[in-house]
């Protein structure tokens, strides 16, 4: 259930966010919507898929945190065990009104059903004036940027498909203990395909912005190792 609203001093006054990590604020989930100008931060720590819907001709990004639902691999009680986290996660309770694909002036909306909304506890989103707080006002530059990543994505989508970039990812762990996993229904860039691009190609791509994204896409691929190091860890661990 969410219950999003339009954010204003005169509704929200002492309206308060939880700010800390852990499971009993929505931090349990294996994977979170990310957008190609955050690639450069997202690769640092996280794989980076697409999941694709043929029949409507989408493609979004995500970053992955588990191999299995709910799980977070960089969950760690009430810490987040990365140096940076991915927009989608952070802005949270808050989200942009509004089409995203619409040019008309965001508005910035509260989902008061959210486990991040204080009961008298929390970080202020309003001080005592109406004036916005330090917090609210990080936020917004977030939710501005997130907003601009998604509306610029569509064209790097396109150019996915264009060239044919994708290709389904099966990847199957054993992990220490002896059990599988098996990771379905997510894409990855075809590298054999991407370095079989003449200069024209690549030429195109770098001027549309694109080639840097592809190649932070590319070089995430080798979190995976390290995401199987941490669910081992997690197991040995109890």
């Not at 592809?214 to 995430?220: C, G, K, P, R, W």
Request: aromatic content about 8%; glycine content about 8%; charged content about 25%.
């Amino acid at each position: 259930m969410t219950d999003h609203q339009l954010l204003t001093p005169e509704a929200h006054a002492d309206l308060r966010v939880h700010r800390e990590r852990g499971a009993t604020y929505g931090d349990a989930v294996m994977s979170c919507v990310t957008v190609p100008d955050e690639f450069r931060q997202v690769q640092a720590h996280y794989p980076i898929l697409f999941r694709r819907n043929i029949e409507r001709d989408e493609v979004v990004a995500v970053a992955l945190f588990g191999f299995e639902e709910g799980e977070n691999l960089f969950l760690t009680d009430d810490r987040w065990d990365a140096g940076y986290v991915p927009l989608a996660i952070d802005i949270q309770p808050f989200l942009i009104g509004g089409a995203p694909e619409s040019d008309a002036a965001k508005q910035v909306c509260v989902d008061l059903a959210s486990p991040r909304i204080g009961a008298g506890e929390g970080v202020r989103v309003f001080d005592e004036f109406g004036r916005p707080s330090p917090y609210l006002e990080r936020v917004a530059e977030q939710l501005g940027a997130l907003d601009a990543g998604w509306q610029g994505a569509a064209s790097f989508y396109a150019a996915l498909r264009r060239h044919d970039l994708l290709e389904p990812l099966t990847f199957e762990i054993t992990l220490d203990d002896g059990s599988t996993h098996r990771l379905v229904g997510f894409h990855a860039i075809n590298e054999d395909r991407l370095r079989g691009l003449d200069a024209a190609a690549l030429g195109e791509l770098h001027e549309e912005g694109h080639l840097m994204p592809l190649f932070m896409a590319v070089a995430s691929i080798g979190n995976i190792a390290s995401l199987v190091d941490r669910k081992n860890r997690r197991i040995a661990d109890g």
